[in-house]
């Protein structure tokens, strides 16, 4: 699914007070103006991860996502925001979604990811297998391949999810 050379590496999840908080490490073989437009636009953030009805590009803005997938429409704040360095979304339901980029040479992004939220531990499992698999998917859409969302189906975040809960 991902290309190659996207690594979808480092990745924490630990419990905290009735929630948990996910953190992954992800690669990328692109530079830093490519992957900031798909983690901070509309449109990119259409190619992997959501549709953004609203998403107002800075601090304090108003941010309306609709999930994939027949999934839900949220709406939140975006929390933080440092151009070309740090979107962060806090949306009902999903929680704090901080996407913090650093570059990691000429043509290639480190993104460290971390979601704050409330759940259980079944919610925790579901969210580590959904959240690498939109990576899988940023990954595919920088590479110019956007996901159509009409043709997903739960197959792929089933096997991650049997993966997580293996542990």
């Given at each position: 699914?991902?290309?190659?050379?996207?690594?979808?590496?480092?990745?924490?999840s630990t419990s905290r007070d009735g929630g948990f908080?996910?953190?992954?490490?992800?690669?990328?073989?692109?530079?830093?103006?490519?992957?900031?437009?798909?983690v901070s636009t509309a449109a990119g953030l259409r190619?992997?991860?959501?549709?953004?009805?609203?998403?107002?590009?800075?601090?304090?803005?108003?941010?309306?996502?609709?999930?994939?997938g027949g999934g839900p429409t949220v709406q939140g704040?975006?929390?933080?925001?440092?151009?070309?360095?740090?979107?962060?979304?806090?949306?009902?339901?999903?929680?704090?979604?901080?996407?913090?980029?650093?570059?990691?040479?000429?043509?290639?992004?480190?993104?460290?990811?971390?979601?704050?939220?409330?759940?259980?531990?079944?919610?925790?499992?579901?969210?580590?297998?959904?959240?690498?698999?939109?990576?899988?998917?940023?990954?595919?859409?920088?590479?110019?391949?956007?996901?159509?969302?009409?043709?997903?189906?739960?197959?792929?975040?089933?096997?991650?999810?049997?993966?997580?809960?293996?542990?």
């Amino acid at each position: 699914m991902a290309t190659s050379t996207s690594v979808i590496g480092h990745r924490t999840s630990t419990s905290r007070d009735g929630g948990f908080v996910i953190q992954f490490e992800v690669r990328l073989p692109h530079g830093y103006e490519q992957v900031w437009a798909a983690v901070s636009t509309a449109a990119g953030l259409r190619g992997w991860l959501a549709r953004a009805d609203v998403l107002e590009r800075r601090l304090g803005g108003a941010a309306t996502l609709t999930w994939p997938g027949g999934g839900p429409t949220v709406q939140g704040r975006v929390t933080a925001w440092d151009v070309e360095r740090v979107a962060e979304y806090t949306v009902t339901g999903y929680g704090r979604i901080r996407l913090h980029l650093e570059a990691a040479g000429p043509e290639a992004t480190l993104l460290r990811f971390t979601n704050e939220r409330r759940g259980t531990d079944a919610d925790r499992l579901d969210a580590l297998a959904a959240w690498h698999e939109h990576f899988e998917r940023l990954a595919e859409a920088l590479d110019g391949h956007p996901v159509d969302w009409m043709t997903w189906t739960p197959a792929r975040r089933r096997e991650l999810r049997a993966y997580y809960a293996a542990g």
